[in-house]
């Protein structure tokens, strides 16, 4: 009993250790602190800022009205009235129009044939084509959808001319027989912030996570620092004291930046928060635990501060298409979805959504907090593989080192003699 006592004050004191010896760490280099603290800080709140509006009024458009006729000047009126587009220019021809798209003076083209009235007194169906600018969503988004309803309010309107109904009623039944009321459930705003932030947030954790972890393992190797992280215990039980004294530093920090980042900015900007404080501990423990554990296996990658910019920065934007929020997870090859699982994120940002976006609790994200929860075991327990061949790497070559400095002592003494 005394013995075991003994080793858990041993456990706890290594432990200690290494949570001071990474928290000086982490206080002295910039690069690490400019990830852990002002990026979290600051990187939400511009995206969040650029997003506010979440949606876009005025879009200037092209007009080519080929037609030149009262159908198309009633078309264009109407579309131009919409709050969501402007009818900017009006060009004499396609060509035209597409030179101002290349110099960013339009984002779409709207074009009327010649004949499109002609089609219309005959009965015919008429065409108006839209050209939109596709590096943009939500531009295209209001072009398309306001072309749509001028087509169908319209339409309507043909319709009711051509009834013969006597009535009112009898018009709204005739061109509306089926009426359709659409409710938004979650996102009542219908915007790109409230739909896509949430998991942006999230994922921004993970990185930045990640980045600074990988640079300051890779501090720790240009300075062969890596002996530090040993701890005073002489057997390779003390890998679990390493990482664990280093999970904990990094959580202390990440539990106040998660806090920050998941509950703060979203009330900053007004957008949807339905979770509450018991859920949200409940996913963030082992989110933050998978991710640091996570950046933990990976920081053997990273043998140079560089590097870690090259292994993590260019994975954001996949690793935010695989979590679903931002393309249907139904449509995601499966084997997309198998590597999706590999990373915490896919598992958080959907957690988080279920709980922030839509009010639900930890038992409607059964499956993704059991995943996270499998993630922090797998993780840990190859962490503390990876540093225990770390740990038996750096003796070796300590130990090889040593030697060559004591064959060089003999042979100078061997010198000396002769």
Not at 167 to 189: A, G, H, L, W, Y
Not at 206 to 223: C, D, K, M, S, V
Not at 355 to 364: A, I, K, N, P, V
């Amino acid at each position: 009993m005394f013995t075991f006592l003994r080793q858990v004050n041993e456990g706890i004191h290594d432990m200690c250790y290494i949570w001071w010896i990474e928290m000086k760490n982490i206080v002295k280099d910039e690069g690490v602190l400019i990830f852990f603290i002002l990026v979290p800080l600051a990187y939400p709140l511009l995206y969040s800022w650029i997003y506010n509006n979440e949606v876009v009024h005025e879009v200037p458009t092209a007009i080519v009205d080929m037609s030149h006729s009262k159908s198309s000047r009633e078309f264009i009126q109407k579309f131009d009235a919409s709050p969501d587009v402007h009818a900017a220019f009006y060009c004499n021809n396609i060509p035209e129009a597409r030179q101002l798209i290349g110099k960013q003076q339009v984002r779409g083209i709207v074009y009327i044939p010649s004949d499109f009235e002609q089609l219309i007194y005959r009965g015919e169906q008429a065409h108006v084509s839209v050209y939109c600018d596709m590096s943009l969503m939500l531009t295209y988004k209001a072009i398309f959808q306001t072309a749509t309803a001028v087509s169908l309010e319209m339409s309507s309107a043909l319709q009711r001319s051509k009834s013969g109904s006597y009535t009112v009623r009898d018009e709204e039944i005739s061109t509306q027989p089926m009426v359709v009321k659409e409710v938004p459930i979650f996102n009542t705003t219908g915007g790109y912030g409230n739909a896509i932030l949430p998991g942006v947030l999230v994922l921004i954790l993970q990185q930045t996570l990640l980045l600074g972890i990988g640079l300051a393992a890779g501090t720790a190797r240009e300075n062969n620092r890596f002996s530090d992280l040993v701890p005073v215990s002489r057997h390779y039980n003390g890998v679990f004291r390493i990482v664990l004294g280093k999970a904990l530093c990094y959580l202390m920090i990440y539990f106040v930046m998660g806090a920050y980042v998941t509950l703060c900015v979203p009330k900053f900007f007004s957008f949807t928060s339905l979770i509450h404080m018991s859920d949200w501990l409940g996913l963030m423990l082992p989110y933050l635990l998978a991710c640091i554990f996570f950046g933990l296996m990976l920081s053997c990658l990273v043998r140079y501060r560089e590097n870690v910019m090259l292994l993590v920065v260019f994975t954001s934007v996949p690793l935010l298409f695989m979590t679903g929020i931002s393309w249907p997870q139904s449509n995601i090859p499966g084997f997309w979805q198998g590597i999706s699982w590999l990373f915490p994120s896919t598992f958080g940002v959907r957690g988080f959504l279920h709980l922030s976006s839509m009010g639900g609790t930890l038992q409607d994200i059964r499956t993704e907090y059991v995943a996270l929860w499998i993630q922090v075991i797998v993780y840990f327990f190859a962490t503390c593989l990876v540093y225990r061949f770390q740990i038996i790497w750096s003796r070796r070559h300590a130990y090889q080192q040593f030697e060559m400095i004591q064959e060089k002592v003999r042979k100078a003494k061997t010198l000396h003699h002769s």
